[in-house]
């Protein structure tokens, strides 16, 4: 998982193209957790089912543990 200070593997800064757009969901966001989350189930399903490569489950696993530090980090910046 990364942080503005220590980007992590799946760095979506590194890895855009050229003017790609990107939207970025910070820990201060009480909803962020909650979407992240989403994502994570999505992409689960979509590998179980073929859409997406085995390869992926890391990067669901990077977005379990960042909606859980999300969480973690507002406890203790409230």
């Given at each position: 998982m990364g942080t503005k200070n220590n980007p992590g593997k799946f760095d979506?800064?590194?890895a855009a193209a050229p003017d790609e757009p990107m939207f970025i969901l910070l820990a201060r966001d009480a909803h962020a957790p909650l979407i992240?989350?989403?994502?994570?189930?999505?992409?689960?399903?979509?590998?179980?089912?073929?859409?997406?490569?085995?390869?992926?489950?890391?990067?669901?696993?990077?977005?379990?543990?960042?909606?859980?530090a999300m969480r973690a980090w507002r406890k203790a910046n409230r």
């Open positions: 979506c800064y590194h992240v989350e989403a994502w994570a189930n999505n992409r689960e399903d979509a590998i179980n089912r073929g859409f997406h490569p085995e390869s992926d489950r890391a990067k669901v696993v990077e977005a379990r543990q960042c909606a859980d």
